[in-house]
């Protein structure tokens, strides 16, 4: 691979190549992982100072509406520059440990239909507009590759991580 994950939103851009980022967003394949955790193994952390798995599928889907949003705004030729967001401080003012692992999976189902909604609407035009995020210039497109992205890094963590 050409990046990594401190590249940002390159290296997520890049962990969808070869695939339909579409598909990717209507498949279950996350979900039903998600689903075959226990929700004593929801709290599981594989090492001290590491979130939860309860904190990352959290983090999920908070990640999901930020881009979501960057990604409608740029989509209606909003020139606005956005800045980035500081995951832990939203994943440490969060209540993702306090909520049922079942209450997590489905909000993030939940954010994953409304991104479906949205993606649907756009056109072509609209997914090639430009948008800049944290000091990335991207298409909506690409910003929608980095969202789906985000999670394929995430999930493979989940793998690597905390279901071995």
């Known amino acids: 691979m050409k990046y990594t994950v401190q590249d940002g939103f390159p290296y997520y851009v890049e962990l969808t190549e070869g695939e339909n980022y579409k598909r990717l967003f209507i498949s279950t394949v996350t979900f039903d992982l998600l689903r075959s955790i226990s929700e004593e193994k929801s709290c599981y952390r594989y090492a001290e100072n590491k979130w939860s798995i309860k904190q990352i599928v959290g983090h999920m889907a908070d990640h999901e509406r930020i881009m979501l949003y960057r990604a409608l ?7 606005t520059q956005l800045h980035g967001y500081d995951q832990d401080l939203f994943v440490n003012n969060s209540r993702f440990d ?12 939940n954010v994953r239909t409304a991104s479906n909604s949205f993606i649907g609407s756009l056109s072509e035009a609209q997914l090639g507009r430009k948008g800049t995020a944290y000091k990335h210039e991207l298409t909506v497109e690409d910003f929608l590759k980095a ?5 394929l890094h995430h999930v493979a963590v989940l793998k690597d991580k905390y279901l071995k």
Not at 98 to 109: A, G, H, V, Y
Not at 147 to 151: D, R, V
Request: glycine share 4%; proline share 0%; hydrophobic share 30%.
């Open 73 to 79: 705004r740029f989509s209606r030729n909003d020139k």
């Open 147 to 151: 969202t789906i992205g985000h999670e």
């Open 98 to 109: 306090e909520l049922s692992f079942d209450e997590l999976i489905t909000d993030f189902e």
